[in-house]
């Protein structure tokens, strides 16, 4: 996407393009790769028209030939508006910027004119929304690249002479078999390896990252505009836990620890009055209990918790004697929480109760909300209770745990003295 919009930047004089991102880290990336690909050409060929002057080169805008004669790239996060004017429009990630439909309404627009063009890019998400609408109601060109179709996910073809030879004989036979039959059959080592390991054999998350299927929206409990209506694209999920942020609310850290080849995950949520931010999500798949019971201990010392929630089934259970005893040094109320039906079932519906009233706030944080998509409820047979789970909710349980625990109401804590 970003070589295309430099391709015509660089070709054409008075060319105009915007591309709308999920997030501004995304938007910055593509006017990098742009720059990269504009700085690759050799300087011998500026005298031929081919490597122009590099007008413009800041966060948001990539611009090439001096005025009045300047092209221009224009990168912005979904949370960005969109400019009117002529222009072709780009859109990454569409089922999961923030209020596309609106911004998918205000570029349209600028390519009335002349041969102007929008180009909607995304992995999907459910049977709903406007991307999914775009993609089947058959008006616009569609193009389905699934993991067959690369000669990096292929077995074998990056080894071959003839690499798309291989290539070909997986496109002609892997739409006629299963998932599993053609990965077996057609995938590389690399990508069963994410499959079984990575993905921890998640069927559904493979097959929408992979092999581009949109997954039943009916079978959710959480339908995807009601996640994308709680998403604040402005908010920012740090890799770590930022040691000079000063919380304005009470601070809960929610534990969801790994049974078998599940993730141990560490949640924390920031209690603003009635609002509930997702503030930090972390993630442990390999690591010991003993490495990541430390590694709580460092993220509470740093955020300062009021209140830590801790799954104690099972391999939990001394993981919350540790830090009852004092191991985690902190003051904090200590919980350790057995999962059960009637609990899971409270916090689940407690938690759709308050996105619909819009309570809660997440950051762009694409697995966070696969999860909470990815969350089904069925009755049980035997107790006639609802029961909630998902192919993969590691993140969903530990947030669950950060913003309700035992329903206890969380406390500020304040540093006193230096």
């Keep these: 996407m970003s070589a295309e919009a430099t391709h015509s930047a660089v070709m054409k004089r008075n060319y105009n ?24 050409i050799d300087d011998e060929m500026e005298p031929y028209g081919l490597k122009p002057t590099l007008w413009r080169n800041s966060e948001d805008v990539l611009a090439f030939h001096p005025a009045p004669f300047t092209s221009t790239i224009m990168s912005k996060p979904g949370t960005s ?22 911004l998918w309404q205000a570029g349209i627009p600028a390519i009335t004119r002349d041969k102007g063009r929008a180009t909607v890019i995304s992995t999907p998400q459910g049977q709903s929304g406007l991307y999914y609408e775009l993609w089947s109601d058959g008006k616009l060109s569609n193009h389905l690249v699934p993991w067959w179709e690369s000669r990096f996910m292929v077995k074998g073809a990056e080894d071959a002479e003839r690499p798309y030879d291989v290539v070909a004989e997986a496109m002609a036979l892997a739409p006629e078999m299963s998932t599993l039959d053609r990965l077996t059959r057609f995938g590389s080592d690399k990508l069963r390896y994410i499959f079984e390991v990575g993905l921890r054999e998640d069927l559904i998350a493979f097959q929408t990252e992979y092999e581009c299927m949109f997954v039943d929206e009916t079978a959710t409990y959480y339908p995807l505009d009601l996640i994308n209506s709680c998403v604040d694209g402005t908010l920012k999920m740090p ?5 000079n942020y000063e919380p304005r609310g009470a601070i809960t850290v929610g534990v969801d620890l790994a049974k078998k080849r599940d993730e141990t995950v560490f949640t924390v949520v920031e209690h603003v009055d009635d609002k509930k931010y997702v503030r930090y999500v972390k993630s442990y798949v390999k690591e010991q209990y003993d490495f990541q019971f430390e590694e709580l201990r460092k993220l509470v010392a740093v955020c300062r918790p009021s209140r830590i929630s801790i799954d104690a089934s099972g391999v939990g259970e001394p993981f919350v004697e540790k830090a009852r005893n004092g191991e985690l040094q902190t003051p904090a109320m200590i919980e350790g929480i057995v999962f059960n039906a009637p609990i899971k079932e409270r916090w689940a519906t407690s ?16 697995e966070l909300q696969e999860q909470i998509h990815g969350i089904k409820r069925d009755k049980t047979e035997n107790t006639g209770l609802f029961r909630f789970k998902g192919e993969k909710d590691d993140m969903f349980w530990s947030l669950m745990l950060a913003l309700y625990g035992e329903g206890r109401t969380p406390v500020k804590f304040y540093r006193i003295g230096g």
């Design 239 to 243: 890799r770590g836990w930022p040691e």
């Design 17 to 40: 393009a915007n591309i709308v991102s999920t997030g501004e880290e995304e938007a910055k990336e593509k006017l990098v790769w742009g720059h990269t690909l504009w700085a690759s």
């Design 81 to 102: 508006a969109i400019r009117g004017g002529k222009k072709d429009m780009y859109y990454d990630e569409a089922a999961f910027i923030e209020k596309f439909p609106a």
């Design 351 to 366: 938690f759709k109760g308050d996105m619909q009233t819009e309570k809660i706030v997440i950051p762009p944080h694409r």
